[in-house]
């Protein structure tokens, strides 16, 4: 009727390879007028919190999914009428003849599309949706089939066999690839449940799926991976009658279980930033060798140095930032860098090499609400104090905010984690994937120490350095974590050291 058309922004891969990303809030509501660049929502990845732009101007349709929901990467989440593009059916209002029609459309002007998002095909195959053979239960659970598909705009990468003529020949193309032991359908899932699915060595075709139209969930995957008594029946429906007997007794003592735990166990779906802090750090606990040294310090002319510098801000270039002792233990780490430029370093994997790097990226293990992040300083190597004061205030300041972006985390070389600031004493990091080394610092506390030939209350603290031992050898770890001990109990070695 008007010449206004229903575009469907799909959600993108902000994060370099990530395959889905949770709505945390919507800006816009049905009816609002967006324009070309305009944010329309927050989304939460494995890596970070980020605002999506939407890419055209029109009028807000719909919102496919409320806030706190993951979606898959290439999945549309609002639909928009756009003013002057080339109307084929404005509104969707008709959901049969869409189905009937679903097996002979043609993507209309996806010619210009490329695959640069993890979830868009192919252009042909990123709007065609694909026939399905007609179930042998009651027909109308094939639309149902459509509609998911269609709403996903994710293909299964299924063989060519079941996206061949749309009419549905009973059987005579039994391709083994598409069927399996339900009516000869594949099971619905989506790709990342899939790929679950194929992790967990769990076989789709013996899952009972729970979700809408007949979709396997997250959930009934892990149900089905899980060694409990009540899957036994579902993955073995041809067992004698004699086992339904056994079953049914077995089923009973879960279902006060459950409800009992309800009441004494909270569960907190693993995603966003914990999700991928924790798939990183088991793949750094088991692919690099870790060493952890420590070395305990007095740092009491550092904790004067810092009371001296907040004291006169301005006479240091210092004014309007941030001091504290991390500012002072950074640049003792950087010296440190500095004078053993080896410690420095990646373990290249595929070409079998040691990668030194000439420039230093560090980086602040951050705690925030949705987890561990761990941003670093570009270059910190060649910043001043008062520069580096300066990033160090900002990169905690965005972290806390959580608007930290996934190129602020990408590329760190060694990292601190200040463990300090909880009133812990020490601990033995965990590398983060990719670095040389992790340096931990512990609290500074007034402790006995011997000075000068005469016990005094001193400021003490403990500093523990764990490093890659495919890249770092103990003396050279040794000689690192000693510099950085020896800067902060005389910190006028900045001076001639930096």
């Given at each position: 009727?008007?010449?206004?058309?229903?575009?469907?922004?799909?959600?993108?891969d902000?994060?370099?390879?990530?395959?889905?990303a949770?709505?945390?809030?919507?800006?816009?509501?049905?009816?609002?007028t967006?324009s070309?660049?305009?944010v329309?929502?927050e989304?939460?990845?494995?890596?970070?919190?980020?605002?999506?732009?939407?890419?055209?101007?029109?009028?807000?349709r719909?919102?496919?999914?409320?806030?706190g929901?993951?979606?898959?990467?290439?999945?549309?989440?609002?639909?928009?009428?756009?003013?002057g593009?080339a109307?084929?059916?404005?509104?969707?209002?008709?959901?049969?003849?869409?189905?009937?029609?679903?097996?002979?459309?043609?993507?209309?002007?996806?010619?210009?599309?490329?695959?640069?998002?993890v979830?868009?095909?192919?252009?042909e195959?990123?709007?065609?949706?694909?026939?399905?053979?007609?179930?042998?239960?009651?027909?109308p659970?094939?639309?149902?089939?459509?509609t998911?598909?269609?709403?996903?705009?994710l293909?299964?990468?299924?063989?060519g066999p079941?996206?061949?003529?749309?009419a549905p020949?009973?059987?005579?193309?039994?391709?083994?690839?598409?069927?399996?032991?339900?009516?000869?359908r594949?099971?619905?899932?989506?790709?990342?449940?899939?790929?679950?699915?194929?992790?967990?060595?769990?076989?789709?075709?013996?899952v009972?799926?729970?979700?809408p139209?007949?979709?396997?969930?997250?959930?009934?995957?892990?149900?089905a991976a899980?060694?409990?008594?009540?899957?036994?029946?579902?993955?073995?429906?041809?067992?004698?009658?004699?086992?339904?007997p056994?079953?049914?007794?077995q089923?009973?003592?879960?279902?006060?279980?459950?409800?009992?735990?309800?009441?004494?166990?909270?569960?907190?779906?693993v995603?966003?930033?914990?999700k991928?802090?924790?798939?990183?750090?088991?793949?750094?606990?088991?692919?690099?060798?870790?060493?952890?040294?420590?070395?305990?310090?007095?740092?009491?002319?550092?904790?004067?140095?810092?009371?001296?510098?907040?004291?006169?801000?301005?006479?240091?270039?210092?004014?309007?930032?941030?001091?504290?002792?991390?500012?002072?233990?950074?640049?003792?780490?950087?010296?440190?860098?500095?004078?053993?430029?080896?410690?420095?370093?990646?373990w290249?994997?595929?070409?079998?090499?040691?990668?030194?790097k000439?420039?230093?990226?560090?980086g602040?293990?951050?705690?925030?609400?949705?987890g561990?992040?761990?941003?670093?300083?570009?270059?910190?190597?060649?910043?001043?104090?008062?520069?580096?004061?300066?990033?160090?205030?900002?990169?905690?300041?965005?972290?806390?905010?959580?608007?930290?972006?996934?190129?602020?985390?990408?590329?760190g070389t060694?990292?601190?984690?200040?463990?300090?600031?909880?009133?812990?004493?020490?601990?033995?990091?965990?590398?983060?994937?990719?670095?040389?080394?992790?340096?931990?610092?512990?609290?500074?506390?007034?402790?006995?120490?011997?000075?000068?030939?005469?016990?005094?209350?001193?400021?003490?603290?403990?500093?523990?350095?764990?490093?890659?031992?495919?890249?770092?050898?103990?003396?050279?770890?040794?000689?690192?974590?000693?510099d950085?001990?020896?800067?902060?109990?005389r910190?006028?070695?900045?001076?001639?050291?930096?």
């Amino acid at each position: 009727m008007t010449d206004a058309s229903v575009r469907e922004f799909k959600m993108p891969d902000v994060g370099e390879g990530l395959t889905e990303a949770e709505i945390l809030k919507w800006y816009v509501q049905p009816g609002d007028t967006v324009s070309d660049g305009q944010v329309v929502c927050e989304v939460e990845t494995a890596k970070a919190a980020v605002e999506l732009p939407i890419p055209y101007d029109g009028v807000v349709r719909e919102l496919r999914f409320p806030e706190g929901t993951t979606v898959d990467v290439g999945t549309p989440i609002i639909a928009v009428a756009v003013a002057g593009a080339a109307a084929e059916q404005a509104p969707v209002p008709q959901e049969a003849p869409r189905a009937a029609a679903a097996a002979a459309e043609e993507p209309a002007a996806p010619s210009v599309r490329t695959p640069v998002l993890v979830g868009y095909g192919v252009a042909e195959s990123a709007t065609r949706r694909r026939p399905r053979k007609p179930r042998p239960g009651p027909p109308p659970a094939a639309p149902a089939e459509e509609t998911l598909y269609a709403a996903t705009a994710l293909r299964d990468a299924v063989p060519g066999p079941e996206a061949g003529q749309p009419a549905p020949a009973p059987a005579a193309e039994p391709e083994p690839p598409a069927l399996d032991g339900h009516g000869g359908r594949r099971p619905l899932a989506k790709p990342p449940v899939r790929k679950l699915a194929r992790d967990l060595g769990v076989d789709l075709a013996a899952v009972t799926p729970s979700g809408p139209d007949g979709v396997i969930t997250r959930e009934d995957v892990h149900k089905a991976a899980a060694p409990t008594p009540v899957e036994a029946p579902t993955s073995a429906p041809a067992a004698p009658q004699a086992t339904a007997p056994q079953a049914t007794p077995q089923a009973a003592p879960p279902a006060p279980a459950v409800s009992y735990d309800a009441a004494r166990e909270t569960r907190v779906p693993v995603k966003g930033v914990r999700k991928a802090t924790a798939a990183a750090m088991v793949g750094s606990a088991f692919t690099a060798p870790h060493v952890t040294e420590f070395v305990t310090v007095d740092v009491t002319r550092t904790m004067k140095l810092v009371e001296e510098l907040k004291a006169s801000p301005a006479e240091y270039g210092l004014e309007g930032l941030r001091v504290n002792p991390l500012l002072l233990i950074a640049k003792a780490l950087l010296v440190a860098v500095r004078r053993h430029p080896e410690i420095n370093a990646s373990w290249d994997e595929a070409n079998q090499e040691i990668v030194v790097k000439h420039y230093v990226n560090l980086g602040i293990a951050a705690a925030t609400p949705r987890g561990l992040i761990v941003p670093n300083i570009k270059d910190a190597h060649a910043q001043t104090l008062p520069q580096l004061a300066a990033s160090l205030g900002e990169l905690v300041a965005t972290a806390r905010e959580g608007k930290t972006s996934p190129a602020a985390m990408q590329g760190g070389t060694v990292t601190i984690t200040n463990v300090g600031v909880f009133g812990v004493d020490t601990g033995t990091p965990l590398l983060n994937p990719g670095e040389s080394a992790i340096l931990a610092v512990g609290a500074i506390k007034l402790q006995p120490w011997v000075h000068k030939g005469k016990v005094k209350p001193r400021q003490v603290t403990t500093l523990a350095l764990s490093f890659d031992h495919r890249l770092v050898d103990g003396e050279l770890g040794s000689k690192v974590l000693a510099d950085v001990a020896a800067v902060l109990e005389r910190p006028k070695r900045l001076i001639t050291w930096g």
